[in-house]
């Protein structure tokens, strides 16, 4: 199953000190707004989304429909279709995308050992 894009959406408390850190790292801001607490920063093939009072913890992100680049892909399976799938081989949903509706949606799970993994699909 085909998630799309991968990143790890970190919990930080101070968005200007860690978009700082990473940058020392080779990270470079590529999308966000750093004023609404949020940034996607590019490492090559590593993406980290920074969100400073967004998330309770630190959160594996895949978006269905993107690329490798951010890009839109002309065909993926909507998340809601995954969201299905999950359910059907017995993985509870934190929450869920409205299956009558389409385009952007999301939905959470979470690992065995309560990391959550975010669905995210922006198209």
Avoid at 34 to 52: A, E, P, R
Avoid at 58 to 76: E, H, I, K, R, S
């Amino acid at each position: 199953m085909p998630l799309g894009l991968f990143s790890l959406s970190l919990n930080v408390k101070d968005i200007a000190a860690s978009k700082e850190f990473y940058q020392m790292l080779g990270f470079v801001e590529v999308f966000g707004e750093q004023s609404q607490n949020w940034l996607i920063m590019d490492n090559g093939d590593v993406k980290i989304g920074l969100f400073q009072g967004m998330l309770e913890k630190n959160t594996l992100t895949f978006n269905p429909g993107w690329g490798a680049d951010a890009a839109p892909l002309d065909v993926f399976e909507d998340v809601r279709d995954i969201q299905k799938r999950l359910r059907g081989a017995g993985i509870a949903l934190i929450s869920q995308a409205d299956e009558a509706s389409s385009g952007p949606a999301s939905c959470i799970v979470e690992d065995p050992d309560g990391n959550p993994i975010l669905l995210d699909q922006h198209v």
